[in-house]
């Protein structure tokens, strides 16, 4: 399984440099691994969420591929997401 980690990704990486190196070291980690710590959530197109404070991840994950879709400031969520 691999890690791949989208475009937006240095955007965020301004702002929060240590967190964002620490949230591509924890998805390349899951994918060497081959294993998925994630949360799932709920949606006609499953996605999962990994936590890395200050942010948060969100991914896809098809067996093959972890591909995140979403990195943002978790403390700015007003909702959660729903689980599935």
């Known amino acids: 399984m691999a890690g791949v980690v989208?475009?937006?990704?240095?955007?965020?990486?301004?702002?929060?440099?240590?967190?964002?190196m620490r949230a591509v070291e924890e998805i390349e980690a899951?994918?060497?691994?081959?294993?998925?710590y994630g949360v799932r959530l709920a949606g006609a197109?499953?996605?999962?969420?990994?936590?890395?404070?200050?942010l948060a991840v969100?991914?896809?994950d098809d067996g093959q591929t972890l591909q995140v879709v979403q990195v943002f400031d978790g403390r700015r969520v007003r909702q959660l997401p729903e689980r599935g």
């Open 58 to 60: 969100y991914y896809r």
């Open 45 to 54: 197109r499953p996605r999962w969420v990994w936590p890395v404070p200050p």
């Open 30 to 36: 899951m994918g060497a691994r081959g294993f998925n």
């Open 6 to 20: 989208p475009a937006a990704a240095p955007a965020i990486a301004e702002y929060f440099p240590s967190a964002s």
